[in-house]
């Protein structure tokens, strides 16, 4: 029997969605002779019935090494709650009939929904009003807890394990803090293993609110016993205790357009008004999501999009595709979504962390 | 109470060694306010009563992201059947008393014994002889089944994978077969992983004798189908059905002491041959056990190296450490010693590669 | 005829550092038999009397490809005018006698000097006080007018180019702005090059002081012509047409300890502003100063070493190694000094920018 | 007034290809208003009157960073003397009226061409039968006398440096001698330049006929002072003293479709036999030709193919592009064609390999 499968790619980037979109494309074709179709930038592409992208395998050669996603994400939002304008006004409406509409008009069997927990619970949704779903965990934050890991972090923290090393080196000759500022709102995942990786000294997530007298004490013992310099590691949600997140420093003039390092900056003037030390603070932002994906990123991406396909032609939908001690599986979708992974501060990593000498914040 | 904690390093070289290294020590020092001593090179540096090396905290700084293994490796053998000069004759003999003697005198406590299935049979045979080991898994070409991976192979296919794209550039311009023959003399998995993280067309490993025809076809194939490339990755122990390794094609010239690539340049020089078709072959060697750990393999190797201390500190020997399901736990040796972890020929991994058209071969 | 030279290191970091002073020592003892001193913290060191650092061959292995300097840099500045507490006050005193004083107990026939304009400079007030001095020119933001390149710049635009390849791909999938901020108060070369070599639509550099107008016309005609995002490489010193240079935003605050990127961010908030786009901001900050030394900076700075030796040894004092028409030639200090090359608006470098369509800001 | 320009690529990889011709097309269509057409496969393109592509700006996007060449390069051989099936047997004819009619046809006004040596004299002939040409020179064994430095030979070092890098970690850990053979038949340059580079102990160029006692010497006298391991690099057409080039090790057996690493494995296995030493052999081969350009590729591939058209409409014709002291100038195609620059034995850059202790083979 031919298949008629349907794939999109949903909200923020992470290296690895073109992997998968390969995969899945090349497994569909050359495994089952079905044909695939690419919609275009997400849910967005479906509620407003885009043509889709009839998807050959000569059309996904050299996707393997891209980054970014041919495909396109959605911008505008969840189409259970879909902004359209009326009277001047934009309000919110439900448009996933009109999306089942344009599955049906393009005679879609099943649609693989590559994105992250917000695209996973409309993809859910979807599957409980009767569409045959499977899923693609996607978030660079690793912060997904039905899978051990998702394709985009190994390339982020290598990214920013890479920049730390090239600080370490500068700031060795010079006896300066080093401030680096790496992506991570409410998990910790990025900062925390490149930290580790990159050696640095402090680590600062979100599930730790950070003292700020144990930055100064651990950057001034270090002063002491010889180590001019020091390396802080900040992911951008991290907080003081007592304090709030300074994300968005110029939302309110910019209306939300713009997004600066703000937790960095912050760190780096305490450091250099309480210890006068010359501090300097890098900023990595989207470098972190962009570019080729590693070799462990591409591996997996191609697993998951191979995976998908077979869970698609073996009719087990609701569900996505999970890596579980060195295994693809399939998890219920239901299960998956809302739950995040954060760093458990008592957890074997964080204390592998301070097992050597690092201080997170506490 | 304080420890006196020794550690040495065993067999090949991988990234990541010093890695462990260094998170032993500064976890011995810091967490424990335990002594550290290095043993260069390996179990002889016991069996010869070697000076050891006091590893203080400043001794392991930079040592992160540092190929190799400050201390050394063995090469001279197995102390329970250690060679010996004896009447101009080389002849064996158990030296392992004299290394337990070495390990009294210098007040060990302990023994964290970092090396390959070789080098852990050791090491439980020392525990079986009442030392305290704790033994921390290397294996470059990740054939180890007690862990579901180990440090070094990560950095080995990132190595791999970024050569063949390198190949892939080159041989879309110009219509030609593209050998590049990896380590793996009885296990395939760097061969696999990094031909289907890059993109290859066949994948030749020891677990699955291939067929010349199968080759050629797959080839012809994509010419066909106006592909005019072919890149070809060839595991070092691959053989063809019926035939055998090639390994060592100067062996008997040399004495064993030069090693070529055999099985590369056999395939390349039959693609020749039979197609009429332009082949290069390369022959990676040694670059892939060389160079920085990848962050991935920093990580683990932190993570082997506190945890391996850690266990000394609870006190349970005879173990050496594992990652499972993303955590880091004690296997006893005795059941991890000896258990090869082949490419399964009808696994998850060789099927993900034939899903996406991959010749394996067959 | 033995000799004794010594070397030190001022200013900042350049990756490049460490393989100047590895070829100096070994020409020195190899082809030479002479002595070599390494004198820490750059001028600082000889005005201190600081003890000097015997450098062996064996002392410089491995010192290739490690980026910052081994000698480490001087803080505190020229010991012409250097700092020195009075009555609990800082004064400025000339301190070039106790300098040559400790020079001539070291018994030092000869100094190597590797520095930017400010060190060179100090090093040709110290040769017209007899003192037998060679220079080695280093500055990151290749700005010296007497050399056609110097080391450290390859390896600067090198990370900063890598940097804008990974904004590419996830600027593309997301119809967004992206800002990097790179170094270069008063020469634009890095900006320039890496802008260039990147992919960039924009580039601002100080010497072209940047129409607001202009750069909201590229981005919008961009949009106009369906490219949805556009890339914008800022050099920290660039400057709008009447405005003045923003780098140390919060100088006052820190008395001069922190920088952060202070042109970036305001670039980026007007580009979200005026075009209602969405903007990410990219910090680069010293990662552009740390890290390996690239393939042609370390041939660069091996070549440069190699011939200050030389021209010690030929006596050809005053001067410093240049590149000029690939051959390293030796140029007067006098000539070289206080001649910053800076990048011409009407040159063939901008030229080349414009041909290809890039903005520089007019 | 607009023109109708050509461009087609000759001869053999070289990373920067694409740049080149991206450049064009931009400096063309932005700058002149010009029409750009690509020409598939070389000048086979022209004399079979192959489809031309019309280039467009879009076209050409995002092959800044694209190894390879879009267009394909010419496999047959020289329109002067093609090879053409005559009674079942191969003989050349002069075919280059055919290629002037189909540029004719084409109402191509211009011509460029990037190509090698052999490229570049046949683009002369061309010239002097009346065609406009100008050439982009393009050699990434960087021997051409007329040009400073050509594209992917900065790539190609680099590519080859970084496996120095890696086998020295793992060279250091174990007591060996590690061979690496590079590319470079006639020219050492590569050899030259990424040993200097990377850290060898003896390079072996084409230019000096090697002595099988000094290399024997050089390792040996390294073991004495205890450095156990050594690092050899090997151009393919190094040649021992009284000896040949042994580059096509099976010529005959494969009719010249297979070559395999000649000299590289000649010389490993004489030092294994020698010096009773473990040897390893790495045959990096087309790795070098391949992949991203570098930042300084990137940047002189642009420059050369934004020159290329300035030239075209200046009617600078019968000339190519070259880089001398930092400019992009116009020389002769006359002077430059058949000026192989080979390495000085006696010039600047082997005497700074020696000045470090480097044997290179004398």
């Known amino acids: 029997m031919l298949h008629n499968i349907a794939i999109l790619t949903g909200g923020g980037d992470a290296p690895g969605l ?8 090349k497994t569909a074709k050359i495994q089952y002779g079905a044909h695939m179709l690419g919609i275009p930038d997400g849910y967005d592409g479906l509620v407003q019935h885009a043509e889709p992208w009839p998807l050959d395998v ?8 891209r980054g970014g996603t041919i495909l396109g994400t959605s911008n505008r939002g969840d189409p259970f709650s879909y902004p359209v304008e009326k009277d001047g006004k934009i309000v919110k409406e439900d448009k996933s009939d009109d999306l089942i509409e344009c ?11 590559i994105g992250g927990d917000g695209s996973l619970a409309i993809a859910n949704a979807l599957f409980q009003k009767g569409i045959n779903v499977v899923g693609v965990p996607k978030t660079i934050d690793n912060d997904l807890k ?19 090393d090239k600080l370490h080196t500068t700031a060795e000759s010079h006896h300066r803090a080093m401030v680096m500022e790496v992506m991570g709102r409410d998990a910790g995942w990025i900062a925390l293993e490149c ?3 990159g050696g640095a000294d402090v680590i600062l997530i979100p599930e730790i609110p950070f003292s700020w007298d144990s930055i100064m004490k651990k950057i001034e013992n270090r002063s002491k016993r010889g180590s001019k310099f020091s390396i802080i590691v900040v992911a951008e949600g991290a907080v003081p205790e007592g304090g709030e997140q300074v994300i968005q420093a110029s939302a309110d003039e910019t209306h939300g357009l713009v997004r600066f390092g703000g937790i960095g900056h912050l760190v780096g003037e305490q450091i250099a008004k309480n210890l006068k030390m010359e501090t300097r603070v890098t900023v990595l932002g989207h470098i972190q999501r962009g570019g080729k994906p590693s070799t462990f990123d591409r591996l997996l991406s191609t697993r998951f999009g191979v995976e998908a396909v077979h869970m698609v032609v073996r009719g087990e939908f609701g569900q996505m595709v999970a890596l579980r001690g060195g295994k693809i599986i399939g998890v219920p979708l239901e299960e998956a979504v809302g ?8 957890g074997q990593m964080i204390k592998t962390a301070e097992a050597i000498g690092i201080c997170v914040g506490r």
Do not use: C, H, M, W
Request: hydrophobic share 55%.
């Open 18 to 25: 073109n992997a998968v979109i390969r995969a899945a494309v």
């Open 58 to 65: 000569s059309e996904v050669a050299g996707l393997l090494y």
């Open 103 to 113: 599955l049906k008009e393009l005679r879609i069997d099943a649609l693989i929904v």
């Open 146 to 164: 039905a899978t051990e890991v998702t394709f985009g972090f190994d390339t982020a923290i290598t990214t920013a394990t890479e920049a730390l």
């Open 195 to 197: 930290g580790i990786a």
């Open 339 to 346: 739950q995040q992974k954060l760093v458990d501060p008592e």
